[in-house]
């Protein structure tokens, strides 16, 4: 079993930034990968970003490129999201996931997520 906690959520201005943060624990993390999704009320969750187990290989939605980075730390157990220019669009409770499997790339569907966090929310003023 994985416990995922997430922080660093909070309300931010539009344009500003935010850094989320998801710590494991349970299971090896190097053997997890890890994504990040969000819900916004009304709305399905979304694939907003992943990272594969060795950190090689990254994944963004098309609503977060070139303002998202996420990033992960195996010595600390922890991933993140750096959020920057944020935009109203952006308020959603966001979750972190870990997937469990090997694959080649990163997976962008929740099912073939095994593992969630309770979520952090990020409100976006205008």
């Known amino acids: 079993q994985v416990q995922l906690v997430e922080s660093g959520g909070g309300l931010v201005q539009a344009g500003g930034s935010l850094r989320l943060s998801c710590a494991a624990s349970?299971?090896?993390?190097?053997?997890?990968?890890m994504g990040w999704f969000r819900q916004a009320p009304g709305k399905e969750r979304e694939f907003v970003s992943g990272?594969?187990?060795?950190?090689?290989?990254?994944r963004y939605a098309d609503s977060g490129k070139g303002r998202f980075t996420i990033s992960r730390d195996n010595a600390k157990n922890t991933v993140y999201l750096h959020m920057n220019s944020l935009k109203p669009e952006d308020t959603a409770v966001y979750y972190c996931?870990?997937?469990?499997?090997?694959?080649?790339?990163?997976?962008?569907?929740?099912?073939?997520?095994?593992?969630w966090g309770q979520g952090t929310q990020v409100t976006v003023s205008s």
């Open positions: 996931a870990a997937d469990k499997d090997w694959s080649v790339g990163v997976r962008r569907e929740p099912l073939e997520y095994d593992y």
């Open positions: 349970g299971r090896a993390f190097s053997g997890l990968a």
């Open positions: 990272i594969t187990q060795i950190g090689g290989i990254t």
